[in-house]
């Protein structure tokens, strides 16, 4: 079992920067393909950006390559999302998630933190 706690979420000016973190304890997370998903309002969870565990390969969403940037700490068991230039159309709740493969689809997807919300003003 992976348990995933999210935080670092709030409100932030249209074009201004957030960091997103996420701590992972019971397993270790150099073990997993770990990612960033996120759900607006009245919309479907979606894929964000992710990681895989053995090459540390990286993906990204379209929406936000160039902004975005993620990053795993083994030796703290985090996850991070740094997320510059953002902007109103980033407002969600931003989940973590953690499984043995990457995937961009949510419900490939074993384990999962509770959230955080982002809120970019304009």
């Known amino acids: 079992q992976v348990q995933l706690v999210e935080s670092g979420g709030g409100l932030v000016q249209a074009g201004g920067s957030l960091r997103l973190s996420c701590a992972a304890s019971?397993?270790?997370?150099?073990?997993?393909?770990v990612g960033w998903f996120r759900q607006a309002p009245g919309k479907e969870r979606i894929f964000v950006a992710a990681?895989?565990?053995?090459?540390?390969?990286?993906r990204y969403a379209d929406s936000v390559k160039g902004r975005f940037t993620i990053s795993r700490d083994n030796t703290k068991n985090m996850l991070h999302l740094q997320m510059n230039s953002l902007k109103p159309e980033d407002t969600a709740v931003y989940f973590c998630?953690?499984?043995?493969?990457?995937?961009?689809?949510?419900?490939?997807?074993?384990?999962w933190g509770q959230g955080t919300q982002v809120t970019v003003s304009s």
């Open positions: 998630a953690a499984d043995t493969y990457l995937s961009v689809i949510p419900v490939q997807w074993h384990y």
């Open positions: 990681i895989s565990w053995g090459d540390s390969t990286t």
């Open positions: 019971g397993r270790t997370l150099s073990s997993y393909a």
